[in-house]
């Protein structure tokens, strides 16, 4: 909560969030995803990747990209570190 009125009071121009895809993205993370992405001009998602010698389950991750679309928010898998610097790609 502190976090949530820290950004509503300072929004940020940008946002990056990093989810672990390995879990499901239930209802609790995807609530606390679309308030955050609300306090930022622009939000992107970093699915990121599983550990060496790990794999991600396709379903799952399928499970996380249609919940991201229903959000409206950008997602990949690799670390949106230039758009978070420049804003852009």
């Known amino acids: ?7 509503t009071r300072f929004p940020p121009q940008r946002l990056a969030i990093a989810c672990d895809p390995r879990r499901s993205p239930d209802r609790g993370t995807l609530a606390l995803i679309g308030e955050l992405s609300r306090c930022a001009a622009s939000t ?14 396709s379903q799952r991750l399928q499970d996380w990209h249609q ?12 670390a949106p570190l230039s758009w978070l610097e420049n804003g852009h790609d």
């Open 1 to 7: 909560r502190r976090l949530l009125a820290q950004l």
């Open 67 to 78: 919940a991201l679309d229903g959000l409206g928010l950008d997602h990949a898998s690799s």
């Open 44 to 57: 992107r998602v970093w699915l990121m990747q599983a550990p060496a010698g790990q794999a991600l389950d």
